[in-house]
């Protein structure tokens, strides 16, 4: 059983949707978050994803710090959140504010020590990785610089490190609703022994979901649905059957 999880991107304070990473295709969903994150709450999630796309793109100089805290004490459900987080002193600030999780991406890249550090002060729980890909190769700095990095081989470093999350986004799917890489995640589930893997990106509707609760024995275990909720491509069934 695959665990949906909807996501929560916030642009200048409102919910939106990126087109495969591209902060110049912009959907607004609406423009209060706290709203939504108890809708989905109400429905049956049973975990959220907010990314802060003004700090993703600025390296932290601009952030939704007081929403995200606010979306965290608003349910009672886990929230998982990355984006700009780039030093143990972020770690430590979005934690405090009541965040289960913390997703590092460009940070992972740039400063590897880090990762290894957090998980040793966190927890394997607290910390995951978030590897945005395109055409394999890893991007940072809000998906919009290119690292030569390959994302399997990246995963691997990961691994070692200690780290047991990893959000996979392939921004080529990102907001397209073309489907998942199903290939890509079971490329990279091969790989790995002890990472659980979040697909993201490309998710259209339930079919998608059939899809890749088949790629479970690589380690995929959930998967992030952001455009296709929004725009109801699911019932509530379909995504929590099992809500009372």
């Given amino acids: 059983m695959i665990t949906p999880v909807p996501a929560i991107d916030l642009l200048d304070g409102n919910c939106v949707r990126l087109m495969q990473g591209a902060y110049d295709q912009v959907t607004t969903y609406h423009n209060d978050p706290l709203i939504m994150a108890r809708r989905w709450e109400s429905l049956g999630a049973q975990f959220l994803h907010v990314v802060d796309l003004d700090a993703a793109r600025s390296g932290g100089q601009t952030h939704n710090t007081a929403v995200i805290a606010s979306i965290a004490h608003a349910v009672t459900i886990p929230v998982q959140t990355g984006g700009g987080i780039r030093s143990a002193a972020d770690v430590t600030r979005v934690l405090d504010q009541g965040i289960h999780r913390v997703i590092i991406g ?39 610089s290119g690292t030569g990095l390959s994302a399997i081989d990246f995963a691997r470093d990961m691994e070692v490190l200690g780290v047991r999350r990893i959000i996979y986004t392939d921004i080529g799917r990102d907001g397209t609703m073309d489907g998942p890489n199903l290939d890509a995640y079971r490329a990279l589930g091969m790989q790995l022994k002890y990472v659980r893997l979040t697909a993201s990106g490309g998710v259209s509707g339930p079919k998608d979901l059939t899809a890749l609760a088949e790629l479970e024995s690589f380690g995929v275990d959930s998967v992030i649905i952001g455009r296709a909720l929004y725009e109801g491509k699911f019932s509530e069934y379909e995504l929590w059957p099992t809500k009372t």
Avoid: C, F, H, N
Avoid at 121 to 138: C, F, M, N, T
């Fill in 106 to 144: 460009t940070a992972a890249v740039k400063d590897p020590a880090l990762i290894s550090t957090m998980v040793a002060k966190y927890g394997a729980d607290r910390i995951a990785v978030g590897i945005d890909a395109r055409d394999g190769e890893v991007r940072v700095d809000g998906w919009t």
